[in-house]
């Protein structure tokens, strides 16, 4: 089967920086994408992994490894607007994604 | 401007009815899914579609219809066998097989009355 694990809430401060977890066990591996979604939209591509280490994109980066069934956004310089729910999804197949339940992030003041 | 286009983006049922979501993307994507979101949950794939006249069931199937009669549509019915159908639905888009990333719809929220 698959399993995609992924913190249920995280709360920081605006400026700070926040990293998100997400550990999968699926059947096959054809890369690891991180979407955001806010409440009531639709969900928006931030990042794809498909080897191991660490892609940088601006004030976003994810990180992964293979081995561990690991992987991790990172999010610096945090702001107001980056409060949103982050998804895990991973290409366990050739055709679909599979989800995580998401992460609920809080940026406070 | 290239997209994908979800209409209603509200939709109410009445108990025994049949009611059908809209999704049109001009992107010539040749791969489309429909998901379904539950409040603190994730994307749960319904069916999706890799070419014209095609389609498989996903993880959650039951309840729900589909055609793909045109590359740029997918429509999906929620049928009366669909006990719970009260949910947020995205569809989604994609190139190809593979490592593309998936294009998301504005959603429709559909509720029973």
């Known amino acids: 089967g698959q399993n995609i694990d992924q913190p249920t809430e995280m709360t920081a401060t605006e400026g700070a920086i926040v990293q998100i977890n997400c550990t999968y066990q699926?059947?096959?591996?054809?890369?690891l994408f991180w979407y955001q979604q806010h409440a009531g939209e639709a969900p928006t591509f931030l990042s794809y992994?498909?080897?191991?280490g660490l892609e940088e994109k601006g004030r976003f980066s994810s990180f992964l490894s293979r081995s561990k069934g690991y992987s991790y956004l990172l999010l610096k310089e945090l702001q107001m607007k980056d409060s949103a729910s982050y998804l895990c999804?991973?290409?366990?197949?050739?055709?679909?994604?599979?989800f995580g339940k998401g992460t609920m992030l809080l940026v406070s003041p | 401007d290239g997209g994908i286009t979800q209409s209603p983006k509200y939709l109410f049922r009445k108990e025994g009815q049949n009611v059908t979501l809209s999704c049109e993307q001009n992107?010539?994507?040749?791969?489309m899914y429909w998901y379904r979101q539950d409040p603190g949950q994730g994307l749960r794939l319904i069916y999706y579609?890799?070419?014209?006249?095609?389609?498989q069931k996903g993880d959650i199937a039951e309840g729900y219809s589909v055609s793909r009669e045109k590359k740029e549509s997918f429509p999906l019915t929620v049928t009366s066998a669909q006990k719970n159908p009260t949910a947020f639905y995205l569809c989604?888009?994609?190139?190809?097989?593979?490592?593309?990333?998936?294009?998301f719809g504005s959603g429709t929220q559909l509720s029973v009355l």
């Open positions: 989604a888009s994609r190139l190809d097989r593979g490592p593309e990333k998936l294009f």
């Open positions: 699926t059947s096959g591996f054809n890369g």
């Open positions: 992994n498909v080897l191991d």
């Open positions: 999804a991973v290409n366990s197949g050739y055709s679909t994604l599979t």
């Open positions: 992107l010539n994507h040749d791969a």
């Open positions: 579609s890799q070419i014209v006249n095609d389609f």
